[in-house]
């Protein structure tokens, strides 16, 4: 707190975004650090870092947040910044499941400990602070990827040391491992899956529109359509077509079609993706320049040499940014398919949501968001190396 | 009218953009700041409206500090032209050129006639072009309604920086002429920053080379070319050019004497760079001169290369 | 085609009129759809109040989101916020990887069950797209224009008003779209926090096994997201005009 007290001589040296994250460290110090509930669908009742913690930790934890506050208000370099937003979030995980063995009287299995809003807010905090300095470092896209994958590599380590076991939400994960992973697998297989059927309508079809102009408006604006209709709906209107597929075609049913479950889930997830995909593609080869094809044509290359030579390495970034779009925007859809049978980590949320079982919810949105934002991460990477190896060959 | 002393632009640690730069400007005259891409030309321009906020030094206009003015109210007084125009493309022609009066809180009726006065000293029919967009004209008409929003509230000094950079070589020289005859009529002061020394000598009654943030030389363009300052200025106001600019400065009328010649006559209004023009091509020493079709004398081709050289009798410098 | 196109928009308004005011007159259509004798038409709840419930909850949230995007994007484009604007950024594209459904279950313990939670959802979903485009509007506006309206003596605010927010209303009108558009679809999935909405109707008929309520539930909000969407569309597509020609 002194360090916002403190007089500063000129506003130079104080950090305005830093001042704003540090407010927001500050608010999550005041709410309560850990929720204890005597069972598992019963409201917690919080209590501080002071209350939740023993006080060696308590005061280690208060000390780190002392020096992130400083870090984040001052002007220092950004690796200042980064190191004490990455150090504070680690403490906070790893006292926030030192804080369930606190809580939790011996012997009783029914309590539950939980990260407390608190423990949340502060988190938050650091994961701004660490992100603004990220951000200042302008990390190459290997960089990028190399801090994301320390970062899942910590978290993974983080899972396997046991340090999180006291914690409710892996005690819910504890006594359902084995549909954890098997929802997991369906959930990627839903959202990828979709996205790779998609890529192998989808590309063709943007061709077949770049190359015949009249076509482009009427199946973009299909597409268009498309993509209006609610998720829940679409995928609750697929029901019935498929459901007549299933009784009517020979070896559908074989095939695993059916009216609810996967089926009907997949089919609109590949729907939802066929927009980005096809007007991306058009956009792409549109945005390549003539004199480039000109070029090309004059060397004597064929039209099939010109596309894969020339035309769709040109337009592989813009491609690729339309692939991430569908791939994030699939990942979060593909909780919905839940509703209809089709399994995916959007079971554990509706589920957690019937029970009031929040721990539940997050065992499926977590993961949900987790998976997301490493697609984002590594595509983005993707995209920019791609465009930065375009840009480079341009130069030579 | 307007007066800089000792102006001076720093960012960071780096040299200074513009450096201790003293000049000054009569009423009523256009002054070209000419200088290569990073001369700091167009940051003085930018400092005299406080677009650029000076580290040091003081701009006087009228005598009065700009300091004690603030900025947007600096920048309603002073007309200010940017290369490409800059027109606000979802407002009309007529709403562009009312800009700084509106901001001014003129009543709309007065706007209005100031709006179709400008387009029609413009030589644009008001009734044609007030209510189009600026989408809808060419490159010299954006150009010129530039130029007339510039000068809707009635400003002493017009600031223009790189006016015709976007304009093809024929309607540039059109758009130049047209300038100068608006600004021999207004009598507006004119700061105009550009690279191209063809344009300065064109319009500058003074001109002031630049560089490396430093002001070289300010004079009249036939002194510049006559004394140069330095190797710089010398080099930019062009070896091999020099005779042929100096020539364009003067009217035939100036050259006239007493006498007879043969074969087609040249018009006094004409430059004596065209009289030289039409000697050595039609092979003669000598041309007739008429003013408003009556005969005045005659040019010889002795008294142009006499004019031609630095120091030329009639040019007092 | 324009002629075509606007007609059969116009009838699937007035498709969707007759349809919220008397259900029971397409009993007869919906009726081979269910098993049972189960109910053709949903009856637990009127289909229009539910869609004016729905339409209530997108526009309020919708409109919250965009004054809020809207005032943040022109803050960090403003010199003052600038320093804001890199982070700002990053922190829009990393929300935007937080899926609909996550944001609306985990605001439940906030705000319990109903609304509340899913006005919360759809808020904090819609700012993203409103943020995005405005900040790419905002900072599209070309420099030539931005320098000639300082030049002219505008003040900051004049600038904003009179210069880069109409220049900027064609691509911030489509994040509004993309926003309420998503926010149309999440507000279905809100019922399955007890929102009452279309969802409703769609979940009731998923529970029961009835697939004419999980039609008639997609089919309005589908159509209303088409016309939604269509509005918009238009609406920019005159301010595009207004800009270019």
């Known amino acids: 707190m002194s360090v916002l007290a403190a007089p500063v001589a000129s506003s130079r040296r104080v950090d305005r975004l830093g001042v704003l994250i540090a407010l927001v460290a500050i608010l999550g110090a005041i709410l309560p650090f850990a929720l204890f509930r005597a069972n598992r669908i019963v409201p917690g009742e919080g209590g501080g870092i002071a209350a939740a913690l023993p006080p060696a930790e308590a005061a280690l934890l208060g000390l780190a947040l002392l020096c992130f506050l400083a870090a984040a208000v001052l002007r220092v370099p950004a690796a200042v910044k980064l190191a004490a937003g990455a150090a504070l979030l680690a403490l906070a995980c790893l006292l926030v499941g030192r804080s369930a063995g606190f809580l939790t009287p011996p012997g009783n299995s029914f309590a539950r400990v939980a990260p407390g809003s608190g423990f949340w807010t502060l988190s938050f905090a650091a994961l701004l602070l660490a992100a603004d300095a990220l951000v200042r470092l302008r990390l190459p896209p290997l960089g990028r990827v190399a801090v994301l994958v320390l970062a899942l590599a910590l978290l993974g380590l983080l899972l396997w040391s046991g340090a999180w076991d006291g914690l409710s939400l892996l005690k819910e994960y504890g006594t359902r491992t084995e549909r954890f992973w098997a929802e997991g697998r369906r959930h990627v297989a839903l959202a990828f899956g979709s996205v790779a059927a998609a890529c192998l309508l989808g590309l063709p079809l943007g061709l077949l529109c770049h190359r015949v102009g009249r076509l482009r408006a009427g199946v973009l604006s299909v597409l268009n359509i498309l993509q209006t209709v609610p998720s829940i709906a679409l995928f609750g209107l697929l029901i019935g077509p498929l459901a007549w597929v299933a009784a009517n075609v020979p070896g559908a049913r074989a095939l695993g079609i059916s009216g609810i479950g996967a089926a009907p889930a997949f089919v609109a997830l590949v729907g939802y993706s066929l927009l980005p995909i096809v007007s991306n593609t058009v956009v792409g080869l549109a945005g390549v320049s003539r004199s480039v094809v000109e070029a090309a044509r004059g060397m004597g290359m064929r039209r099939s040499q010109r596309l894969f030579r020339v035309e769709l390495p040109l337009a592989a970034p813009v491609v690729l940014t339309g692939i991430r779009i569908v791939l994030v925007q699939n990942i979060g859809i593909a909780t919905v398919a839940a509703l209809i049978g089709g399994g995916g980590f959007g079971v554990f949320v509706f589920q957690g949501v019937g029970q009031t079982a929040m721990d539940l919810v997050l065992l499926g949105a977590a993961p949900t968001v987790l998976l997301a934002f490493t697609a984002a991460v590594l595509l983005d990477a993707a995209v920019e190396a791609l465009s930065g190896s375009n840009r480079r060959k341009a130069e030579r | 009218m307007i007066r800089v002393e000792n102006l001076t632009k720093r960012y960071g640690d780096s040299p200074p953009v513009v450096d201790d730069l003293s000049m000054e400007v009569a009423a009523g005259e256009i002054c070209a700041v000419v200088g290569t891409s990073g001369s700091g030309k167009t940051t003085l321009l930018r400092m005299i409206n406080r677009l650029v906020e000076p580290s040091a030094g003081r701009v006087l206009i009228a005598g009065e500090n700009t300091r004690g003015l603030r900025g947007h109210e600096l920048r309603r007084r002073i007309g200010y032209v940017i290369q490409g125009h800059g027109l606000f493309p979802h407002w009309s022609v007529a709403q562009n050129i009312g800009t700084v009066p509106r901001l001014l809180g003129w009543k709309p009726a007065e706007i209005k006639a100031r709006v179709d006065e400008l387009l029609g000293l413009f030589g644009m029919e008001p009734a044609a072009f007030r209510d189009r967009r600026p989408a809808e004209l060419s490159g010299g008409q954006q150009q010129r309604v530039g130029v007339a929003r510039a000068l809707a509230a009635r400003p002493d000094l017009l600031l223009m920086d790189e006016p015709f950079g976007a304009l093809d070589p024929v309607i540039r020289g059109r758009a130049q002429d047209e300038l100068a005859a608006v600004q021999a009529r207004l009598g507006t002061t004119i700061m105009l920053v550009t690279h191209d020394m063809e344009e300065a000598v064109r319009l500058g009654h003074r001109i002031a080379v630049m560089d490396g943030g430093r002001l070289l030389q300010c004079a009249s363009p036939a002194e510049m070319m006559a004394r140069p300052a330095t190797p710089f200025v010398e080099a930019l106001v062009g070896g091999a050019e020099r005779p042929f600019r100096l020539l364009s400065l003067e009217r035939v009328e100036a050259a006239v004497e007493a006498g007879e010649a043969d074969g087609p006559p040249i018009d006094a209004e004409a430059s004596l760079r065209d009289a030289l023009s039409a000697c050595l091509w039609s092979g003669r020493d000598a041309l007739p001169v008429e003013r408003e079709g009556r005969r005045i004398g005659r040019v010889t081709l002795a008294a142009l290369r006499h004019r031609a050289a630095p120091g030329g009798a009639g040019r007092a410098a | ?245």
């Open chain 3, 1 to 245: 085609m324009r002629l075509l196109g606007a007609a059969w928009r116009i009838a699937l308004l007035l498709g969707l009129g007759v349809f919220l005011a008397r259900p029971d007159l397409f009993a007869p259509i919906f009726a081979p759809l269910t098993r049972f004798d189960a109910p053709a038409i949903y009856d637990g709840t009127s289909l229009l109040s539910l869609t004016l419930n729905h339409l209530a909850l997108t526009f309020a949230a919708t409109l919250a989101a965009s004054a809020l995007a809207l005032g943040l994007a022109v803050l960090v484009t403003r010199p003052a916020g600038a320093e804001f604007l890199p982070f700002s950024r990053a922190l829009a594209n990393a929300g935007q990887t937080f899926p609909p459904v996550a944001v609306l279950a985990l605001t439940v313990p906030l705000l319990g069950f109903g609304a509340a939670p899913t006005f919360l959802a759809l808020f904090l979903y819609g700012l993203l797209p409103v943020f995005e485009n405005a900040l790419a509007g905002l900072s599209g506006v070309s420099p030539g224009v931005s320098e000639a309206a300082r030049g002219s003596g505008m003040t900051g605010l004049q600038r904003l008003r009179l210069v880069e927010l109409p220049l900027a209303a064609p691509v911030i009108l489509a994040g509004i779209r993309l926003s309420a558009i998503v926010s149309l679809g999440t507000a279905t999935v809100g019922s399955t926090v007890a929102a009452k909405t279309l969802g409703e109707v769609v979940i009731a008929g998923l529970l029961s096994g009835n697939t004419a309520f999980v039609l008639q539930g997609g089919l309005i909000v589908a159509a209303l997201a088409i016309l939604i969407n269509d509005a918009f569309l238009w609406v920019e597509g005159r301010l595009r005009a207004r800009l270019a020609s």
